[in-house]
């Protein structure tokens, strides 16, 4: 609950001006994203929530309807990331989230994610 608390009160102080940010310390992922997933949850603060979608392999996966405010935790290990394409198919790609880290935004101009190495 801490970790939902701190991105409330990040959330509320944040400046109109900020549509999205990286969380570089999210806390640990929660059980519905086990180790190696990258987890799209439809929420801001996904405290309690299972996934939307679950991505494990490397590769491009498109997103449908995804729109509005979402987290995008990538719990892979390794160094591996998680990229947001504004294109189709991984093309485009212009936020990348580092390991055990996690992205809070909306996904409404992306277009697909591509998990890399």
């Not at 549509?19 to 999210?26: E, H, L, T, V």
């Not at 995804?66 to 093309?91: F, I, K, S």
């Amino acid at each position: 609950m801490a970790v939902g608390a701190a991105l409330a009160a990040s959330l509320l102080t944040a400046s109109p001006a900020v549509a999205m940010w990286i969380d570089d310390n999210p806390g640990p992922a929660v059980d519905s994203c086990p180790p190696g997933n990258v987890c799209v949850y439809d929420a801001l603060i996904p405290v309690g929530m299972t996934p939307e979608h679950r991505y494990y392999y490397y590769g491009s996966y498109n997103f449908v309807n995804e729109t509005n405010d979402h987290t995008v935790w990538n719990n892979q290990t390794g160094g591996a990331r998680a990229l947001l394409c504004l294109g189709y198919n991984g093309t485009n790609c212009t936020v990348t989230i580092p390991a055990g880290q996690a992205f809070h935004g909306s996904l409404t101009p992306y277009n697909s994610i591509k998990l890399v190495p």
